[in-house]
């Protein structure tokens, strides 16, 4: 493995996996807490604008986090101080305007994101939206800052950062359960802005923390002048706008996904559960996988290296897929045991396991393609050629409407379903997954515009026999599953699941050794 990957996987691997485990009991106790109910579905409602800006905005990966790594990478110290101090004071009014919009229409946004909500939730989610608007104007220095501390060579303090919210999150129910006890009268588990102020204070607190950090480096510059470095900036503000699009394809549909899902009870929080296990082992992967390749790919670029840069994208590609597919076989092997480890307890009972392992199921069939769309479209941040990109992610936007209506029966107010395939939520989470693969096929052959040739033919062939070997794998591995499956402790399912974990993963990669689609060494060879 190249140097450079080995020199930052580490710190970005533990640190990713320590807000993953963080973000893993946050869930484990608001399950706990809240179930699949009112209260929970409506969070996920109130929280989709904000959540938007901070996760594609403020995240790590994100248009912000990606445009500041190439821009500022090249740059001294001093000069990148300057950059960042300037584009963060501008965007941080733009997004203070937008808050102030957003509070003010709370109401009326949650009526067109959730049109099919009851009352009551609909009431609900307006409530914690208005608590949660102070997270956009600070998702956006929070962004910059990931990218100026990655530009620097930080990265674990940017992996470890989003941990800060899931420890507040459960810091803030450990403290209701407190109350709980002490009160039997007190009902505080299902006090309705609990979840949304908890998100603000551990927002708050990660905000302190990274402009500490950006001072203690010397990047925070209060005294440049805003005559300098004009170039910097808006090359800067043309990547972010439609990066935002771009990145944000997934997070976009969102809004389409849940709008549809305000159709079905209990949709909302059974999502959000579902996307949560897919996302936590898929965020390390892609932190893991495409963050450090960022900077190298602006290296090559800037030395005009197509060459180097075609050859580690290939690479890049191939492990991609080598990883995600196993992780796809592996959640649809283990789906009622992760579900039922995880979050089966208290408020989440068998009928929420039910709910919850079928979504996951269709969320892990899509997980290569969202991660190989990730990959290519920071690609096309790297040569800074995004209108394609842009342009990509407006149709699956358009295509992802059309699946959802069309997969959850094609319903017209009035004339009932027009489409007999009604899949439920279930069709909403395979609308994505069909748009996903369409985009990663046109930015896929569109790369040969850039002057970037993959080959295409024999990377699907390697594709093929890794999901050969992933569906031997796990059909022996489900065999053993169901002749094995008869325990009633937790800790026995724990035992199982641990051991089933082992085995499927030896057994794939060693079919994938046999069938020379794995170059996975532990050597000095270059990836």
């Known amino acids: 493995m190249h140097s450079f990957l080995k020199n930052n996987v580490f710190s970005i691997s533990f640190g990713t996996g320590l807000s993953k485990l963080a973000g893993c009991i946050r869930q484990i106790f608001i399950a706990a807490a809240f179930g699949v109910g009112l209260t929970y579905d409506a969070f996920n409602y109130a929280y989709i604008i904000p959540g938007f800006l901070l996760i594609i905005i403020g995240g790590i990966n994100g248009p912000l986090h990606n445009a500041v790594v190439a821009v500022l990478t090249p740059l001294n110290k001093k000069n990148g101080g300057i950059v960042l101090t300037q584009v963060s004071i501008k965007l941080s009014i733009l997004l203070f305007i937008l808050a102030i919009f957003i509070y003010s229409n709370a109401n009326l946004l949650i009526e067109l994101l959730a049109p ?15 608590i949660l608007t102070p997270c956009i104007p600070l998702s ?73 950090e950006i001072n203690k480096i ?14 910097e900036e808006r090359r800067i503000f043309k990547l972010i706008i439609p990066a935002s699009i771009s990145s944000g394809l997934s997070q976009i549909n969102v809004f389409i996904d849940m709008f549809f899902a305000s159709s079905f009870q209990g949709a909302a929080s059974g999502l959000a559960y579902g996307n949560f296990l897919i996302q936590a082992p898929l965020g390390i992967l892609s932190n893991s996988l495409i963050l450090p390749l960022l900077p190298k790919f602006s290296k ?115 004339f009932g379903d027009l489409s007999p395939y009604n899949f439920g939520v279930v069709g909403i989470i395979l ?7 369409i985009v990663c096929i046109l930015l896929s052959f569109n790369l040969r515009n850039e002057d970037i040739h993959i080959p295409n033919l024999d990377l699907l062939r390697k594709i093929s026999l890794m999901s050969l070997a992933a569906f031997i794998d796990s059909t022996l591995c489900f065999t053993i599953l169901q002749s094995t499956n008869n325990f009633n402790s937790n800790f026995a399912e724990f035992l199982l699941l641990i051991f089933g974990t082992l085995t499927f993963f030896v057994i794939y990669f060693l079919l994938t050794k046999f069938l020379k689609v794995n170059k996975f060494k532990v050597s000095k060879k270059e990836i």
């Open 218 to 231: 010397g990047l925070l510059r209060l005294e440049s002048t805003f005559n300098l470095f004009k170039d």
């Open 116 to 130: 099919n909500l009851s009352y009551e939730a609909k009431s609900i989610a307006t409530y914690q939206l208005k």
């Open 300 to 414: 090559l670029i800037s030395e005009k290296d197509k060459r180097g840069l075609q050859k580690k994208l290939i690479s890049g590609i191939e492990y991609c897929f080598l990883t995600t597919i196993f992780l796809t076989a592996f959640f649809i092997t283990f789906n009622n045991q992760i579900v039922q480890l995880v979050f089966q307890r208290g408020s989440f009972d068998y009928s929420a396991t039910l709910k919850v392992k079928n979504i996951l199921i269709a969320y892990a069939v899509g997980i290569p393609f969202y991660l190989y769309r990730d990959l290519l479209v920071r690609t096309y941040y790297s040569i800074e050629r995004t209108n394609f990109p842009f342009k990509s992610s407006f149709a699956g936007i358009i295509f992802n409407i059309f699946f959802d209506w069309f997969l959850i029966g094609a319903p017209i107010k009035n």
């Open 140 to 212: 956006g220095f929070i962004g910059l800052s990931f990218g100026a501390l990655n530009s620097q060579r930080k990265f674990f303090l940017s992996s470890i950062s989003p941990a800060i919210t899931s420890v507040t999150t459960i810091f803030f129910i450990l403290l209701s359960w407190i109350f709980n006890q002490e009160n039997a009268y007190s009902h505080f588990f299902t006090y309705t802005g609990l979840l949304a102020f908890a998100t603000l204070t551990g927002t708050l607190i990660q905000f302190v923390v990274q402009i500490w």
């Open 431 to 437: 609308s994505s997954v069909i748009v996903n693969l």
